[in-house]
């Protein structure tokens, strides 16, 4: 090897990200990773465990609330402690390298690109109404919309932070239109029932639908993962936080409210396609094709914010450990981890494979993110009780108010979230469980590959 091209190596090695990105840019990334295509499938679920109008709004309320809480846990963690590993750097810092190997590891094989699989199949089952090839066209779309949106972030921060501002505006422009539909162009026939007959306990359907609605809030926390790019600061993030979950709660309240007024509850809980059965009945059939873009325009937003934060978890594992090192190269010209990225996309396009061979990806994949997914934000919760402990007198931009009750109603969230997909889920959260288990097994390997490694 010469030395010009040591050189360079070690240059792509060492260099690190630099703030690049707007408040607006972060905003559009946590705002397009959670309005997602889950806005117009769970409501349905929800009003199906709720006993009345006013119990379903009070539940996505709640939803708010609850991801208020966690938000301004996270607030205090990326402002203290800004990395480009996000949740992997706190884990670190709390807990060791060992458990945070462990997280990259089901972030890399599990969460992240088991998420950005997901959003594929919705946007390859949409399209493949729009237009089909043939038996696999969902399949093939799906990995297509891999291809593509790994390719554009290849190309840079910019360019991907760009398209993902456009993506959002769609999204939130079509999300208004859902809205406009259900308050003014709702026929005067149409059924707004406010109560559903009980189907359970209150308590007990209360806390069901709690499940699926904070399922449909859930990715704010990507957030930590571009606290190291952010212009504005340690003191920035913060307010991306808190201002992305007021924007995504006011746009949650706005279009459940109008399913609620063209529907009414007990339609809404009977529906399998809710937002397709309230533009039906506003703009007719015509409506449907309508909303099934749309979708699919929202499925790609999400995906293409996973796929930009999932590859930087990827660059900090490559970044500590010899054994990945390949993946933490930060490529200085395109400003973004280029063998993250590929990496990234190959495991998605792979985990597309499995939902296919199941006849079931979507369900497969929901149930294979889902255990791994709350388990380790229940830890990070954990982990800002030990950093305060192990590091008190570091400098906090930003603490948690009214500590310690909000952090540990976050904790006591995410563990009842834990077990929810743990009692719900079938064979997808065992495959999950399972990489999990593997990745110990990997762990346990590692001192022995990091010699013959050096051996070499």
């Known amino acids: 090897m010469t030395q ?13 990200p630099k703030p ?3 408040m607006t840019d972060a905003i559009a990334v946590i705002v397009g990773i959670v309005i997602g295509a889950g806005i117009f499938r769970t409501p349905s679920m929800v ?9 379903f709004l009070v539940a996505w309320i709640l939803g708010g609330v609850v991801s208020l809480v966690g938000a301004l846990c996270y607030a205090e963690l990326t402002t203290t402690f800004p990395n480009t590993g996000g949740d992997y750097h706190f884990l670190t810092r709390a807990f060791g390298k060992r458990l945070a190997f462990l997280f990259a590891w089901s972030r890399m094989s599990v969460i992240q ?10 946007v390859g089952d949409y399209a493949a109404q729009i237009y089909s090839i043939g038996e696999y066209t969902s399949v093939i779309y799906a990995g297509v919309v891999v291809v593509i949106l790994t390719g554009i972030n290849i190309v840079g921060v910019t360019f991907g932070a760009g398209t993902q501002k456009l993506l959002t505006t769609v999204e939130v422009l079509g999300i208004l239109l859902i809205v406009v539909a259900g308050f003014f162009f709702a026929p005067p026939e149409a059924s707004a029932t406010a109560s559903l007959p009980t189907i359970a306990a209150p308590s007990t359907s209360l806390g069901l639908a709690m499940v699926f609605v904070l399922l449909t809030f859930g990715g704010w926390n990507e957030a930590a993962y571009i606290s190291a790019e952010l212009k504005s600061g340690k003191r920035g993030m913060a307010t991306v936080l808190i201002l992305g979950i007021f924007i995504i709660t006011a746009v949650y309240m706005l279009i459940n409210f109008a399913y609620l007024n063209v529907l009414g509850l007990s339609n809404m809980a009977q529906s399998d396609a809710i937002a397709g059965d309230l533009m039906r009945v506003t703009f007719g059939e015509g409506g449907v ?18 796929i930009f934060t999932g590859a930087r ?19 200085t010209k395109t400003s973004s981890p280029v063998n993250a990225f590929v990496v990234q996309g190959l495991i998605s396009l792979a985990l597309i494979g499995l939902g296919f061979l199941t006849r079931n990806g979507f369900e497969t994949i929901v149930e294979y993110t889902a255990p791994v997914f709350w388990f380790f934000l229940l830890l990070v919760g954990v982990a800002l009780f030990i950093l305060r402990r192990k590091e008190p007198a570091l400098e ?3 603490r ?20 929810s997909s743990l009692v719900y889920t079938g064979f997808g959260a065992l495959v999950g469980i399972g990489v999990l288990f593997a990745g110990v097994l990997l762990l346990l390997a590692l001192p022995t590959i990091e010699k013959l490694q050096r051996k070499s």
Do not use: H
């Open 4 to 16: 010009r091209t040591e050189n360079r190596l070690a240059t792509e090695t060492d260099a690190q």
């Open 20 to 22: 690049a990105l707007s």
């Open 47 to 55: 009003a199906a465990n709720t006993d009345t109008g006013t119990m």
């Open 113 to 122: 690109t088991g998420s950005i699989a997901l959003l594929s199949f919705i």
């Open 289 to 306: 094709v309508l909303i099934g873009v749309l979708v699919a325009i929202s499925a790609l937003t999400s995906a293409n914010a996973t």
């Open 313 to 331: 978890t990827n660059y900090a594992l490559g970044r500590d450990f010899p054994v990945f090192s390949m993946l933490g190269k930060w490529n």
């Open 396 to 398: 906090r931009p930003f």
């Open 400 to 419: 948690v108010p009214f500590y310690p009750v909000l952090p540990l109603i976050f904790c006591l969230t995410s563990g009842y979230l834990l077990y």
